[in-house]
């Protein structure tokens, strides 16, 4: 599965940014999907996931209320609506693709990695 996210650029805080990933290659619906993000001099972390069918997400805490994630598998992407954003949000977002199984918010439980895109929130 190769993975391929856009959407990202500067906004200002409060502001608002969509992103997406593109899947190519195997069976969307065979695949959890999840978004990571990776500030500078951090760990990469866990920001949501959503199952195969798409009615279930999950979410860290950080982002509970602000973030949506959401899967169009006709379109074969994942989607991150990114709502009140500031400037911790502030990332590489990358997006992941694991088997199926129950949602995640361990990177080791995917398998596919999308190189990313940068998320600048300014103040």
């Known amino acids: 599965v190769q993975l391929q996210a856009s959407g990202g650029g500067l906004v200002q805080a409060g502001g608002y940014l969509r992103l997406s990933c593109a899947a190519l290659?195997?069976?969307?619906?065979?695949?959890?999907m999840a978004w990571f993000r990776q500030a500078p001099g951090k760990e990469r972390e866990f920001v949501a996931a959503?199952?195969?069918?798409?009615?279930?997400?999950i979410y860290a805490d950080s982002v509970k209320g602000r973030f949506t994630i959401s899967r169009d598998n006709a379109k074969n992407t994942v989607y991150l609506q990114m709502n009140s954003l500031n400037s911790e949000d502030t990332a590489v977002y990358h997006c992941?693709?694991?088997?199926?199984?129950?949602?995640?918010?361990?990177?080791?439980?995917?398998?596919?990695w999308g190189l990313g895109t940068l998320v600048t929130v300014s103040s």
């Open positions: 992941a693709a694991g088997a199926m199984g129950e949602i995640s918010r361990s990177r080791d439980d995917y398998d596919y």
């Open positions: 959503i199952n195969g069918s798409g009615v279930k997400g």
């Open positions: 290659g195997r069976t969307f619906t065979l695949y959890n």
